[in-house]
T-cell receptor, first 109, second 115 residues
Framework: QKEVEQDPGPLSVPEGAIVSLNCTYS??????FMWYRQYSRKGPELLMY????GNKEDGRFTAQVDKSSKYISLFIRDSQPSDSATYLCAMSLGNQFYFGTGTSLTVIP | EAGVVQSPRYKIIEKKQPVAFWCNPISGHNTLYWYLQNLGQGPELLIRYENEEAVDDSQLPKDRFSAERLKGVDSTLKIQPAELGDSAVYLC?????????????FGPGTRLTVL
């Protein structure tokens, strides 16, 4: 079993839709929970990180962590074509990082 | 603030040839990572440096891979000899001080193709 599981998609939505991206994990000791966005032929870009269970909002993006269920989500409101990218979840334990496989998202104008 | 710089961006070599990748992290970032990313996969750590010290190289295939960060700033990752299975994107990332270790900043990567 992988430490972090993420549905690779692909996910295709119309512009303006609410997008939900999810990851599950197995190690309850993970401390930080991150979401990265990766455009084609670019490196991952850190979008948000959270430490505890609950929600964290940044503009159109909301990160949600449920430690009891070992489940994290990223919600994108009013999705735009520029949001089309691969979204990677990641978790850290000390200085070690564990990445999901990424979910490919396409927002159709 | 300049981002993480990597070169070359693309490299095509024949198997058994050597290859080297270079990374210059964000100024002041003490922690430097080298990752390997295969198509459709997340990054996988190869080696992590704290200043000039390699503190985690457990996933580095030491028979053919080597890395150095001599002055605790820029770093080089080398493969010798390259194999077909080494075709991937090699990402470099850096983090600021220990209190913000979860904030990793990635470079654009070097896409290696081994023929």
């Amino acid at each position: 079993q992988k430490e972090v599981e993420q549905d690779p998609g692909p996910l295709s939505v119309p512009e303006g839709a609410i997008v939900s991206l999810n990851c599950t994990y197995s190690n309850s000791a993970f401390q930080y929970f991150m979401w990265y966005r990766q455009y084609s032929r670019k490196g991952p870009e850190l979008l948000m990180y959270t430490y505890s269970s609950g929600n964290k909002e940044d503009g159109r993006f909301t990160a949600q962590v449920d430690k009891s269920s070992k489940y994290i989500s990223l919600f994108i409101r009013d999705s735009q074509p520029s949001d089309s990218a691969t979204y990677l979840c990641a978790m850290s334990l000390g200085n070690q990082f564990y990445f999901g496989t990424g979910t490919s998202l396409t927002v159709i104008p | 603030e300049a981002g993480v710089v990597q070169s070359p961006r693309y490299k095509i070599i024949e198997k058994k040839q050597p290859v080297a990748f270079w990374c210059n992290p964000i100024s002041g970032h003490n922690t430097l990572y080298w990752y390997l990313q295969n198509l459709g996969q997340g990054p996988e750590l190869l080696i992590r440096y704290e200043n000039e010290e390699a503190v985690d190289d457990s996933q580095l295939p030491k028979d053919r891979f080597s890395a150095e960060r001599l002055k605790g700033v820029d770093s080089t990752l080398k493969i010798q000899p390259a194999e077909l299975g080494d075709s991937a994107v090699y990402l470099c990332a850096s983090s600021p001080d220990r209190g913000r270790i979860n904030e990793q900043f990635f470079g654009p990567g070097t896409r290696l193709t081994v023929l």
